[in-house]
């Protein structure tokens, strides 16, 4: 699996790799890490001008995803630009449309509220057309159920349903999770990835536990 193929499905292009994608565009404010990928019904090469929305660089922020994430067709990211300024009588965007409206109060005067990044922690699945808002952190390991608006943060190995979207369960135990946490095995070297497979998608957290004690894996080993 080389992390720099654009479309990582042999004689398909319904799936993309986002680093790479991200790569070769002009686009310095959102960022994939490896093997992280969008599945889309028509074409998925649109995702930076189709699912991250309102990306206009008013806002300076960020839209940061972690490796090895799965995100299914519609998914969206709502950038914090999409927002206007709510402190005041009116939240019309007077400044937008230039002129004599620009020059009364210029958009850099607004009294915008301020975001953090957008961050998608590793691992994390993303089901169809699930809503991101702005400054929105959805932890490693979380899920995400189809056509869920996350509008707050969402914890690590969590499962997440609804609009707005609610925790509805954990993946595993607070202990099982601390271990998890600490494994970072998306860090691992690759020909270790590639052993755990089994362990990773039908194991249970100390099984790779054990497996990494065996290998000294652990946090940010990167190979």
């Not at 790479?20 to 959102?30: E, F, H, Q």
Request: proline residues 6%; hydrophobic residues 40%; negative net charge.
């Amino acid at each position: 699996m080389n992390p720099n193929t654009l479309y990582p499905l042999k004689d398909f292009r319904n799936t993309v790799l986002l680093k790479p994608l991200i790569d070769a565009s002009a686009v310095t404010n959102v960022h994939a890490g490896e093997y992280s990928y969008y599945s889309d019904f028509e074409d998925p090469t649109g995702f930076l001008e189709n699912n991250v929305l309102y990306n206009y660089g008013f806002s300076n922020t960020s839209l940061r995803i972690g490796k090895f994430c799965a995100f299914a067709h519609g998914v969206r990211f709502i950038m914090a630009d999409a927002n206007h300024a709510t402190k005041g009588v009116s939240s019309y965007p007077f400044a937008i449309f230039g002129g004599e409206w620009a020059e009364a109060m210029p958009l850099a005067d607004y009294p915008f509220k301020q975001y953090r990044d957008i961050e998608i922690g590793h691992d994390v699945w993303l089901g169809l057309e699930v809503t991101v808002m702005p400054g929105v952190r959805i932890g490693n390991g979380a899920i995400i159920g189809s056509k869920s608006v996350v509008s707050s943060d969402i914890p690590a190995y969590a499962v997440a349903v609804g609009n707005p979207a609610k925790v509805v369960r954990q993946r595993f135990s607070d202990e099982d999770i601390a271990l998890l946490e600490q494994l970072c095995w998306w860090d691992w070297p690759q020909a270790h990835i590639e052993a755990a497979i089994p362990l990773l998608v039908a194991g249970q957290p100390q099984a790779l536990w054990q497996y990494a004690q065996q290998h000294g894996l652990g946090a940010n080993q990167n190979g």
